[in-house]
T-cell receptor
Framework: GAGVSQSPRYKVAKRGQDVALRCDPI?????LFWYQQALGQGPEFLTY????????KSGLPSDRFFAERPEGSVSTLKIQRTQQEDSAVYLC??????????????FGQGTRLTVV | RKEVEQDPGPFNVPEGATVAFNCTYS??????FFWYRQDCRKEPKLLMS???SGNEDGRFTAQLNRASQYISLLIRDSKLSDSATYLC??????????FGKGTTLSVSS
């Protein structure tokens, strides 16, 4: 499809399990963002890529969170040793503009992670 | 202090009402400003960009006051379909979009 695609749409993980969330951005989009959205809150910034370079990871809540975009297209957000507080919707967005925001950012439908 | 702050809401208005949302941002280096709309259990989608001169798109008017670091969104003649959460978004060049918590609007008949 032409939009941002995220998989899986839903993930239930047992506490302590590792998970990997995938994002396929719109083809040709330079910037890619990951956000975490808890119920009733706005999206909270996690990390930002420009092509394959991770320019900002200041929003990652702990060293259990790791993101990569090795070829400048598909990105993976990995969470190790999941905790209950990691339960949230993880949103990926991409935009064409290399400076990260002057053009519209398109979001995927998100991955809803539930840690039990 | 959170970088982007919005009216707490929720706003409950009848059809046809005019409603205004406000937003303030703390980083004076912010350069781009947007309003996004998010429907329940859906992803955010761009509603409109916000320019210094103010801009209008049909029933929606957005304004920016850089001196006060303040952004507003006005919705005239509210429709049932306007019910959603409205997110104020700012960024600087080379950085990520920073979202406010969102303001929920509920329009009733």
């Amino acid at each position: 499809g032409a939009g941002v695609s995220q998989s899986p749409r839903y993930k239930v993980a047992k506490r302590g399990q590792d998970v990997a969330l995938r994002c396929d951005p719109i083809s040709g989009h330079v910037s890619l963002f990951w956000y975490q959205q808890a119920l009733g809150q706005g999206p909270e910034f996690l990390t930002y890529f420009q092509n394959e370079a991770q320019l900002d990871k200041s929003g990652l809540p702990s060293d259990r969170f790791f993101a990569e975009r090795p070829e400048g297209s598909v990105s993976t957000l990995k969470i190790q040793r999941t905790q209950q507080e990691d339960s949230a919707v993880y949103l990926c967005a991409s935009s064409f503009d290399g400076t990260g925001g002057y053009t519209e950012a398109f979001f995927g439908q998100g991955t809803r992670l539930t840690v039990v | 202090r959170k970088e982007v702050e919005q009216d707490p809401g929720p706003f409950n208005v009848p059809e046809g009402a005019t409603v205004a949302f406000n937003c303030t941002y703390s980083n004076s280096a912010s350069q781009s400003f947007f309003w996004y709309r998010q429907d329940c259990r859906k992803e955010p989608k761009l509603l409109m960009s916000v320019y210094s001169s103010g801009n209008e798109d049909g029933r929606f008017t957005a304004q920016l006051n850089r001196a006060s670091q303040y952004i507003s969104l006005l919705i005239r003649d509210s429709k049932l379909s306007d019910s959603a959460t409205y997110l104020c978004v700012v960024n600087q060049a080379g950085t990520a979009l920073i979202f406010g918590k969102g303001t929920t609007l509920s329009v009733s008949s």
